[in-house]
């Protein structure tokens, strides 16, 4: 085909296919480097494809954990609204009923220490002989022991505790809340447990000086 030109422009016919060889690698190259430019461009933008993926799949997580967590704080809100106490109310409520004691507050326990020993006055056999105006002998239940054969003998102790919380049954009417006079308060302590509002006292002092009269009392009975 180029026979005609290579008549005209070519004095050999030869140069011309070598120029036309060379031209053709040329192109090649040429389009070989745009081929793979564009594979480069295709696997980069693969890649960033991927991360954006990877990148909206944590988004989504994230998204949802937020509204998981806002749903949990609207029930919460819901919850405190219908069943939450303000601590300041509860407290000014419950020393109303204590004398002004409340959960939390450090006081000193009375501990008994549950204490006994054989009966000395029947030799524990809960026993005594008795001799009637005529001789004859009887058995008696011992008037000590009352026939327990061991004499309680407590004692008692202070400890320094915490009132943990305090019990009481309420009654609701439609303007007020009043505790229900029929149902004795009743107090619990972090170490000793439900105790007797009178055996723990604010100072270390009170509480002593309870445990020394309750110390008589048991002293005097044996
Ligand atoms: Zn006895």
């Given at each position: 085909?180029?026979?005609?030109?290579?008549?005209?422009?070519?004095?050999?016919?030869?140069?011309?296919?070598?120029?036309?060889?060379?031209?053709?690698?040329?192109?090649?190259?040429?389009i070989k480097d745009d081929v793979k430019c564009v594979?480069?461009?295709?696997?980069?933008?693969?890649?960033?494809?991927?991360?954006?993926?990877?990148?909206?799949?944590?988004?989504?997580?994230?998204?949802?954990?937020?509204?998981?967590?806002?749903?949990?704080?609207?029930?919460?809100a819901e919850d405190a609204k219908n069943n939450y106490i303000p601590s300041v109310y509860i407290n000014k409520f419950v020393s109303k009923y204590t004398n002004g004691y409340g959960p939390g507050d450090k006081v000193w326990a009375v501990i008994r220490d549950f204490?006994?020993?054989?009966?000395?006055?029947?030799?524990?056999?809960?026993?005594?002989?008795?001799?009637?105006?005529?001789?004859?002998?009887?058995?008696?239940i011992c008037p000590k022991c009352n026939g327990r054969r061991t004499v309680q003998n407590d004692k008692y102790y202070v400890s320094p505790d915490k009132i943990e919380c305090v019990n009481m049954k309420l009654n609701f009417t439609k303007n007020e809340v009043s505790e229900n006079c029929w149902e004795p308060l009743s107090i619990v302590l972090a170490?000793?447990?439900?105790?007797?509002?009178?055996?723990?006292?604010?100072?270390?002092?009170?509480?002593?000086?309870?445990?020394?009269?309750?110390?008589?009392?048991e002293r005097e009975k044996s």
């Amino acid at each position: 085909m180029f026979s005609d030109m290579d008549d005209m422009y070519f004095t050999n016919p030869s140069e011309a296919d070598s120029v036309i060889d060379e031209a053709t690698d040329r192109l090649r190259d040429l389009i070989k480097d745009d081929v793979k430019c564009v594979i480069d461009a295709y696997n980069k933008a693969l890649r960033e494809k991927d991360n954006l993926e990877s990148d909206i799949a944590r988004l989504n997580w994230e998204k949802q954990r937020i509204e998981d967590d806002i749903e949990a704080a609207k029930i919460k809100a819901e919850d405190a609204k219908n069943n939450y106490i303000p601590s300041v109310y509860i407290n000014k409520f419950v020393s109303k009923y204590t004398n002004g004691y409340g959960p939390g507050d450090k006081v000193w326990a009375v501990i008994r220490d549950f204490n006994s020993h054989p009966c000395t006055f029947c030799d524990a056999t809960g026993y005594v002989s008795a001799k009637m105006d005529d001789g004859t002998e009887f058995r008696a239940i011992c008037p000590k022991c009352n026939g327990r054969r061991t004499v309680q003998n407590d004692k008692y102790y202070v400890s320094p505790d915490k009132i943990e919380c305090v019990n009481m049954k309420l009654n609701f009417t439609k303007n007020e809340v009043s505790e229900n006079c029929w149902e004795p308060l009743s107090i619990v302590l972090a170490k000793a447990g439900g105790i007797d509002p009178e055996r723990f006292f604010r100072t270390e002092a009170e509480a002593q000086a309870k445990a020394d009269e309750l110390n008589k009392k048991e002293r005097e009975k044996s």
